[in-house]
């Protein structure tokens, strides 16, 4: 059984920072991508940010130069520092992983529960 679990979001002014975070447990041998996706309220789920196993990142343009996802495979943890937010940037944040529980087993998708953002004066 593997488990997502978010925290960091909140309330922050336009301009500020937040920083996600989403740790993995459970049965866990390894874990390849890991994502964060997020939904406004009326808009379709997007990505944000994406970090494979290797370090190599991706990032949607709305975000790029102002987010910034790293990972810590020691803790099985992902981070989103957000800075420079608007109010645009509101939204439930979502993080994803493709975790491997057994080193003979097949991979799943693991989510997490959300967590949500909301950039506001």
């Known amino acids: 059984q593997v488990q997502l679990v978010e925290s960091g979001g909140g309330l922050v002014e336009p301009g500020g920072s937040l920083r996600l975070s989403c740790a993995a447990s459970?049965?866990?041998?390894?874990?390849?991508?890991m994502t964060w996706y997020r939904q406004a309220p009326g808009k379709e789920r997007e990505l944000v940010a994406a970090?494979?196993?290797?370090?190599?990142?991706n990032y949607a343009d709305s975000v790029k130069g102002r987010f910034t996802v790293s990972r810590d495979n020691a803790k099985n943890t992902v981070y989103l520092q957000m800075n420079s937010l608007k109010p645009e940037d509101t939204a439930v944040y979502y993080c994803?992983?493709?975790?491997?529980?057994?080193?003979?087993?097949?991979?799943?998708?693991?989510w997490g529960q959300g967590t949500l953002v909301t950039v506001s004066s």
């Open positions: 994803y992983a493709d975790v491997r529980p057994t080193r003979w087993g097949s991979s799943l998708d693991a």
């Open positions: 459970g049965s866990i041998f390894s874990i390849n991508d």
């Open positions: 970090i494979g196993n290797s370090g190599l990142t």
